[in-house]
């Protein structure tokens, strides 16, 4: 494992950020957002820069909006799916 202290440590952070942000932008070959991510996290986690610990930290700061995110996700897709007249007969309710 590379040891990365001070400066070095700031500019490799800053150049693994900007170059997943490329890739997750311009999407190129066609490669999904996810993946440019999970490879960028996974250059930060065997450089080093962040560990395990790290990322079990951040998991119980946002672990609730990304329920609420999935959820709202199903919820549009359920809705999505409903015919116009499931549309209709709500808005009756209303």
């Known amino acids: 494992m590379v040891t990365l202290t001070g400066t ?3 500019a490799v952070t800053v150049a693994i950020f900007a ?4 890739l997750v932008i311009a999407q ?3 490669i999904s957002i996810g993946w440019s991510a999970a490879g960028g996290a996974v250059v930060a ?4 820069i962040v ?3 790290n ?3 951040v998991w119980d700061i946002v672990w609730n ?9 199903v919820i549009s897709l359920v809705l999505g799916l409903c015919p ?5 007969s709500t808005s009756e309710l209303i």
């Open 8 to 10: 070095s440590l700031t």
């Open 19 to 22: 170059i997943t942000l490329i």
């Open 28 to 30: 190129p070959r066609g």
């Open 45 to 48: 986690l065997l450089l080093g």
């Open 51 to 53: 560990d395990l610990a």
């Open 55 to 57: 990322v079990a930290r």
């Open 65 to 73: 909006a990304t329920i609420t995110f999935v959820a709202l996700l």
């Open 84 to 88: 116009d007249s499931c549309a209709n």
